[in-house]
């Protein structure tokens, strides 16, 4: 029966979350192993002593910054889980964009737990060599960048053997992750993603108060940042319902019966989540990313010393192309995976139909409306979010990480995901939980 009391609500969850076996041994696994991976991000790769080095060069460097931020301080730390789980988030959002393109892997796709792990299979797949290219690659930019010079030149067989340690540490991350989502709360990947933002946090906030130099420039800044915060988590939660009505007929005793019941479609304002950022930062740092390769000293004014200027994050004119490439990856991503889900159809199939709408075509052309309005509300959520940190800096004058923002999305979306799952657990066994 539900528990009573005088204690804040929060409070009595706590501890009837404790209370249970099962939850409690749930919640103790998933903190067990982002202790092991907090551990890994400190074991360094055979090339001691650049650390530092590595951190002055990812602060100027938005692109590695995101990287960084997903592997939770582990790629600034030259750890043996340097790479992190991005290369699996790059070979997730690629099999999310191939499987409506590629008849086989749609067919895959639709047999429905057999073909999920089907297509997890190939996603796994996918991620060795992705981590492969992506280890090199961060190599290659470091030796290019002078980072590595005390170990220079460095021989074929330490080389492979730092690309192979950072294959490895993804592929150990994602198993991680699942055995998280298996046996813990939350989403795995999510709550590893988390976990390196929390450990983050108190360097994010140091960072605040070091660059704040009068009390009021740090006052506007923690507005700003209040500010984004509930924005935030409005926008997470946010949702269009979509009234949807059900008939079914049942013959009982010799004769037949219809039946009705109603319901509703939760179409999500911010559907794409935080793709559409991580998508417009690949594209916006590619230049610099491939001029660094090619630049000359400082005081060159040379083709690629140019690119390098142009394409820096501090400028008005990046962070304006910055904020149209958000919206329209936002759309683009948005309009695929709801074009993947094919709700007009599943609707028919399970007798369903929106009131004054005609089942088939009229209902997919009318959900496609529906879904283009509200994207373009969440479209400019998440470019809002993107370019915020730059915006308070130019306001209050502080000095930010630039991925601030990014990290509360990330965080706050995770937190509110595992506390609905610790919800549903105290609601299955009739106890009251968080949420009104």
Do not use: C
């Not at 409005?234 to 005793?253: D, K, L, N």
């Not at 948005?334 to 889900?341: A, G, N, R, S």
């Not at 915020?388 to 995901?417: H, K, R």
């Amino acid at each position: 029966m539900q528990r009573k009391g005088t204690q804040p609500r929060l409070v009595q969850a706590m501890k009837d979350i404790w209370a249970l076996p099962d939850l409690r041994r749930k919640i103790l696994f998933t903190l067990g192993i982002l202790a092991i991976f907090r551990f890994l991000s400190h074991v360094p790769l055979p090339l001691p002593g650049i650390q530092e080095a590595l951190r002055e060069f990812f602060q100027e460097q938005l692109l590695f910054g995101m990287v960084d931020l997903f592997s939770g301080g582990a790629m600034s730390s030259f750890s043996i889980v340097a790479t992190g789980i991005f290369p699996y988030i790059t070979a997730s959002i690629i099999m999310q964009l191939l499987v409506p393109v590629i008849p086989r892997l749609q067919a895959i796709s639709q047999e429905g737990d057999v073909g999920r792990q089907r297509i997890n299979r190939i996603t796994h797949m996918l991620t060795v060599p992705l981590a492969g290219l992506q280890g090199y690659g961060m190599l290659t930019i470091l030796r290019v960048q002078g980072i590595t010079a005390p170990y220079e030149p460095l021989d074929p067989l330490t080389i492979t053997t730092i690309i192979a340690t950072m294959v490895a540490g993804t592929i150990f991350l994602v198993w991680l992750g699942e055995l998280i989502t298996e046996r813990g709360i939350g989403n795995g990947i999510s709550i590893i993603i988390f976990g390196g933002i929390v450990a983050s946090l108190p360097e994010m906030i140091g960072r605040a108060f070091i660059a704040a130099r009068d009390p009021e420039g740090l006052t506007v800044f923690l507005i700003l940042s209040a500010a984004t915060l509930v924005l935030i988590v409005i926008f997470v939660e946010a949702h269009r319902r979509i009234p949807v009505q059900y008939a079914r007929s049942s013959f009982r005793a010799g004769r037949m019966y219809r039946q009705s019941g109603s319901t509703y479609i939760p179409l999500r304002v911010n559907t794409a989540g935080m793709i559409p950022i991580i998508f417009a930062v690949a594209i916006m740092q590619f230049p610099a990313t491939i001029a660094s390769f090619f630049m000359g000293p400082a005081d060159d004014p040379n083709f690629w010393n140019r690119v390098a200027e142009i394409f820096q994050a501090d400028t008005f004119l990046y962070q304006g192309a910055y904020f149209l490439l958000v919206i329209g990856f936002a759309f683009f991503y948005t309009l695929t995976i709801f074009e993947q889900m094919n709700l007009s159809q599943t609707l028919q199939r399970q007798s369903g139909f929106i009131h004054g709408v005609r089942p088939g075509k009229a209902t997919s052309d009318y959900l496609n409306r529906v879904i283009r309005r509200i994207t373009f509300g969440g479209a400019l959520f998440l470019a809002i979010v993107a370019i915020m940190p730059f915006v308070a800096s130019q306001i209050a004058g502080v000095e930010v990480l630039v991925l601030q923002s990014t990290a509360m999305l990330i965080a706050v979306g995770v937190a509110l995901d595992t506390m609905k799952q610790l919800e549903a657990q105290l609601t299955m066994r009739r106890y009251e939980g968080f949420l009104k």
